[in-house]
């Protein structure tokens, strides 16, 4: 495993341009040493990127996304919960419609038996390879989970396997979202997705190294 990305998707009809560093450092930052970045993508439509205390913050109008640096460490994840959370408390007018905590696990395909064994599709053997060539495959499921959607994706290419883990509400009841966006629910969350790994597919694999 090579990478686990974790973000947090809150969908509703943003206004993007309260994002600004001061905005950010006023209310989101726990100490007024803390520095706030802007990252701006020239001649793309890609959301700007602020950063607090290592939380990334991408806000658009009908989307905020969140986000750390690299595979990062429980407590930034359960910090980046946090920062969520104060969103909706902080915006509480914003019309909401859905949340979501996303756990994505990379793996390594000759080392990822019992996932790669889902992609023997039947009508492989009838299809020319050499007129259509396979570059990638994915294989979605969703489940009820506990109070919650629970949307599987695996997803494989000739070297990467991706698990991607997606908790989902569908929800504008601002009261529940925040529920939602809790340490323990993230703690629920993370560890279903690694006790999934492990009794359907026999892969050990932690989010993070300390996971308190």
């Avoid at 520095?35 to 989307?63: C, D, F, H, Q, R």
């Avoid at 990822?112 to 299809?127: H, P, Q």
């Avoid at 990638?136 to 695996?154: A, H």
Wanted: proline residues 3%; aromatic residues 10%; glycine residues 4%.
């Amino acid at each position: 495993m090579t990478e686990i990305p974790v973000n947090i998707a809150i969908l509703g009809a943003w206004n993007p341009f309260i994002f600004t560093p001061e905005w950010v450092k006023k209310h989101l930052a726990t100490s007024k040493e803390s520095e706030v970045t802007m990252a701006i993508s020239v001649g793309s439509n890609l959301p700007p990127k602020l950063t607090v205390e290592g939380v990334n913050i991408y806000p658009s109008s009908n989307v905020v996304i969140l986000d750390f640096e690299g595979s990062g460490t429980c407590a930034l994840c359960f910090k980046m919960v946090e920062v969520a959370s104060k969103l909706i408390s902080l915006l509480g007018h914003t019309p909401l419609t859905a949340v979501g905590m996303n756990f994505r696990y990379f793996l390594d395909a000759s080392k990822s038996n019992k996932i790669t064994e889902l992609f023997s599709f039947e009508d492989s053997s009838k299809i020319d390879s050499n007129k259509y060539l396979l570059k990638s495959s994915e294989i979605r499921r969703t489940y009820s989970f506990k109070d919650v959607q629970l949307n599987l994706g695996i997803f494989t290419n000739s070297e990467k396997i991706c698990v991607e883990f997606n908790f989902h509400l569908d929800s504008s009841d601002g009261a529940k979202i925040t529920e939602f966006l809790t340490q323990s629910k993230a703690k629920d969350f993370l560890e279903s997705s690694e006790s999934f790994l492990s009794n359907v597919y026999d892969l050990e694999v932690k989010c993070f190294d300390e996971q308190e």
